[in-house]
């Protein structure tokens, strides 16, 4: 069992940035896939950036490549995602997850990013 909670979200305006924590529970962190998700009011949620066990491999969605980098800390069993050059379309919901090379079994609460025009 894994337990996940987000935090570092708020309200930013166009441009500036933003350091998300995605912090797990349990001994077994370094063994999972970790991701993080975004769903705006009205949409479905869409897959931002994920980061493998090890932290050695990252994949990003096409919309936040080169603003966005996961990382990730297996000794504090947390995962980050830094958010630079945010834009308005970025508002959402962001959510993290923990789980196999293809699929998340387990989600956080969210934490909520508001970027201003």
């Known amino acids: 069992q894994v337990q996940l909670v987000e935090s570092g979200g708020g309200l930013v305006q166009a441009g500036g940035s933003l350091r998300l924590s995605c912090a797990a529970s349990?001994?077994?962190?370094?063994?999972?896939?970790m991701r993080w998700y975004r769903q705006a009011p009205g949409k479905e949620r869409e897959f931002v950036a994920l980061?493998?066990?090890?932290?050695?491999?990252?994949s990003y969605a096409d919309s936040v490549k080169g603003r966005f980098t996961i990382s990730r800390d297996n000794a504090k069993n947390t995962v980050y995602l830094q958010m630079n050059s945010l834009q308005p379309e970025d508002t959402a919901m962001y959510y993290c997850?923990?789980?196999?090379?293809?699929?998340?079994?387990?989600w956080g609460q969210g934490t909520q990013v508001t970027v201003s025009s």
């Open positions: 980061i493998n066990p090890s932290g050695g491999s990252t």
């Open positions: 349990g001994r077994t962190f370094s063994t999972y896939v």
């Open positions: 997850s923990a789980g196999g090379a293809f699929s998340s079994g387990y």
